[in-house]
C-alpha cells in the first residue's frame, strides 16, 4: 500500500512539473485582445499590462491586432489577475521595437511619428485599466485615439 501511495505522489508531482513547464502558473491568466484605431486593426503595437500585484506582461500585435500576453521574464503565458493598468507603444514606424539592457525604450523611428496619441505611452498616465480575472480567458478589444 505504501508502495502505491508513494507512485501516486511521485506522479502528481510530475504532472505539477509539465504543467509549469507548458508556461501555466496559478499567478497568471490568459490575456489576449486586439488593438484597433477606429474599425482598422493595427499590427505593430507593442502592449504592456502593468498590474497592481504581481510582474509585468507583454506582447506585440500581428496583422490582425491581435495580441496574447507573456510575463516579462517570458516564462509564462498570460499576464497577472487584478487590475492592470495597459500601455499602448505603436511600433509600426520602426517595424519592431527596442527595449535596451536596462529595460529603457529605444526610440529607433527616424524621425516617423506613431499612428496613436501618446497618452498610451506612460503606464503612470495611461487612461487604461482593465480587471484580469484569475483562471479565465480574458480577451480585450482597445480602441485607441489617433496621434493627436
Not at 507512485?7 to 505539477?16: D, N, P, Q
Not at 496583422?63 to 517570458?74: C, I
Request: aromatic share 8%.
Amino acid at each position: 500500500m505504501a508502495l502505491r501511495s508513494s507512485f501516486v505522489c511521485g506522479l502528481v508531482a510530475l504532472g505539477m512539473v509539465a504543467a509549469v513547464g507548458c508556461g501555466e502558473s496559478a499567478d497568471v491568466a490568459k490575456v489576449t485582445g486586439v488593438v484597433k484605431l477606429g474599425d482598422e486593426p493595427l499590427e505593430f503595437i507593442h502592449v504592456e499590462f502593468w498590474p497592481e500585484n504581481g510582474q509585468r506582461a507583454f506582447g506585440k500585435t500581428d496583422a490582425q491586432g491581435r495580441f496574447e500576453l507573456q510575463t516579462d521574464d517570458r516564462k509564462f503565458v498570460g499576464g497577472s489577475p487584478g487590475t492592470n493598468r495597459v500601455v499602448l507603444k505603436d511600433t509600426w514606424h520602426m517595424k519592431d521595437d527596442y527595449i535596451d539592457g536596462g529595460g529603457d525604450w529605444v526610440d529607433m523611428s527616424k524621425g516617423r511619428k506613431s499612428r496613436i496619441h501618446s497618452k498610451y505611452m506612460d503606464a503612470l498616465k495611461t487612461p487604461l485599466t482593465v480587471q484580469v480575472k484569475p483562471g479565465e480567458d480574458n480577451d480585450f478589444e482597445f480602441v485607441a485615439d489617433p496621434r493627436g
